[in-house]
């Protein structure tokens, strides 16, 4: 893809919890301020699984931006380098000999994934993109078309049937277009891995089938790899205050000292 850095807008507060968990919060689609997302034409509640982080690859800051996502008082924009996250390096004899699903054996002593494979049986969840190396990233594509915004996602031939989460989160109302969105895409779903089998496997995508399924959390902080960590760039919003403008300075001082802070290009103009 094209891009090498990504922006994201946001309050001082989140800015804290990024910067002392060094992670980025992936938050489901039903709780995003875009009420279409979290619909599709055959799945009820299905956008409880798909979870996103929000970004922009535009450089130029944005007014409407800073006054949704930050404030022009007390709001900062993150840039990082794409495909941020962490990659862990996990010993397969360490994860669970109990499930029918055994991860990696016969392979290797190790295999690498984004979310760290111990976490997925002692919490109940699972996410086929933890062993996925490859970008989460997708650039929104903006449409009208009911069909992109609205996907058919089932695939039932009477006997068995699919559900293709994967077509989640990619397409918006032309109405949001000045976002200009890049966003990173996880599903996840709730599994016991420690005692999975067919059947429970079956009973679990029927329950999500007929939207009785719940989702295994309503939030996910995803770990961000040392080296992109360190090269964090934050803007301060327009008219921060001197108040603000302090806490940042002392969060970064305490949390990330290699960060670069610097004034807005609007500071003055607006």
């Known amino acids: 893809m094209g891009v090498e850095y990504l922006y994201h807008y946001t309050n001082i507060e989140s800015l804290a919890l990024i910067l002392k968990n060094q992670t980025i919060r992936f938050n489901s689609l039903d709780r995003m301020d875009d009420l279409q997302e979290k619909e599709s034409a055959d799945v009820k509640n299905i956008g409880q699984f798909c979870f996103i982080t929000s970004w922009t690859s535009e450089s130029i ?8 996502y930050a404030s022009l008082t007390q709001g900062v924009r993150i840039r990082l380098r794409k495909d941020p996250f962490k990659v862990y390096d996990n010993d397969v004899s360490e994860l669970p000999k109990t499930s029918n699903l055994q991860i990696g054996e016969g392979s290797s002593t190790s295999i690498k994934s984004i979310i760290p494979l111990k976490e997925l049986f002692e919490k109940g969840f699972f996410s086929v993109q933890a062993l996925n190396l490859d970008s989460l990233l997708y650039e929104v594509q903006y449409t009208t078309d009911k069909d992109k915004l609205y996907p058919h996602l089932l695939q039932d031939n009477g006997e068995q049937f699919s559900i293709a989460l994967q077509n989640l989160g990619k397409y918006k109302n032309t109405h949001w ?10 599903n996840f779903i709730p599994l016991d891995l420690n005692t999975l089998s067919y059947n429970q496997f079956t009973q679990m995508a029927n329950d999500i089938r007929i939207g009785q399924a719940k989702q295994p959390f309503v939030y996910y902080d995803m770990v961000i790899d040392d080296g992109v960590f360190s090269d964090m760039e934050i803007t301060l919003s327009p008219r921060i205050s001197a108040g603000s403008r302090t806490i940042v300075e002392t969060l970064v001082s305490r949390f990330n000292s290699s960060a670069k802070i610097i004034d807005s290009t609007l500071k003055n103009l607006i």
Request: avoid cysteine.
């Open 61 to 68: 800051e944005s007014i409407p931006m800073w006054n949704m």
């Open 177 to 186: 277009e000045f976002q200009k969105e890049w966003r990173y895409i996880l």
